[in-house]
């Protein structure tokens, strides 16, 4: 599932295989939405950020 979702680590030895930190929102439809994906530059996401975007797909805006 990793590779299939495109989150697999391969940059770092002993995390070969495992998913990177990541916040998928998923509509209704099961269509993914909005995507994060953590990098040396934001390895935390904006949490403010990921409320009001899952906030904007329940809306169905």
């Keep these: 599932m990793v590779t299939d979702y495109g989150v697999r680590r391969d940059d ?22 909005w995507t994060w994906v953590a990098s040396r530059e934001q390895p935390q996401p904006d949490y403010d950020a990921v409320v009001e975007e899952a906030k904007r797909v329940a ?3």
């Design 59 to 61: 809306s169905g805006a």
């Design 12 to 33: 770092v030895a002993g995390y070969s295989g495992m998913a990177r930190r990541t916040i998928f929102i998923v509509d209704r439809a099961e269509t993914i939405r």
